[in-house]
């Protein structure tokens, strides 16, 4: 685990994350508020999705109306975190957490079936403690 974690907060520009994740070679931050509380995680993938090209929904006209024939509002949440400026625009609010006594194969095993690359380590206030990356696994299960 690490501890000693490079955060940003919801209103940091999303420029400074960018800059943050190239100098410090990491793939992703955990976004905290005012008193250290996990509001959030912003990674590179996020970044990327800014540069994405945005498809409108497929609709028809009928008699002068307009029929989406897919939900607007996928379409109109995509576009607001095309244009995000602020970290709290863009972040992922959806959280894996461990408390400070998870075990590796617990922390493997959400790594694993859901598809992150990091899970924050929290206390129970939801306070950052730490974060623990996949070089964090294999370097605890290969030794080096």
């Given at each position: 685990m690490t501890t000693a974690v490079i955060t940003v907060n919801p209103d940091d520009e999303v420029e400074k994350v960018a800059r943050?994740?190239?100098?410090h070679h990491i793939s992703g931050l955990p976004v905290v508020d005012e008193e250290g509380q996990l509001v959030g995680i912003i990674t590179e993938g996020d970044l990327v999705f800014q540069e994405k090209k945005i498809?409108?929904?497929?609709?028809?006209?009928?008699?002068?109306?307009?029929?989406y024939l897919e939900k607007p509002q996928h379409f109109?949440?995509?576009?607001?975190?095309?244009?995000?400026?602020?970290?709290g625009e863009l972040m992922s609010t959806k959280l894996h957490t461990v408390g400070p006594?998870?075990?590796?194969e617990d922390i493997a095993t959400?790594?694993?079936?859901r598809n992150i690359n990091r899970v924050p380590v929290v206390d129970e206030d939801?306070?950052?403690?730490?974060?623990?990356?996949?070089?964090?696994?294999?370097?605890a299960t290969?030794?080096?």
């Open positions: 943050l994740l190239l100098e498809r409108a929904p497929l609709y028809t006209v009928i008699l002068g109306g307009v029929i109109i949440d995509e576009l607001k975190r095309a244009i995000a400026r602020k970290v006594d998870a075990s590796v959400i790594m694993v079936e939801n306070k950052l403690i730490g974060i623990v990356s996949r070089q964090d696994i294999i370097r290969h030794g080096k």
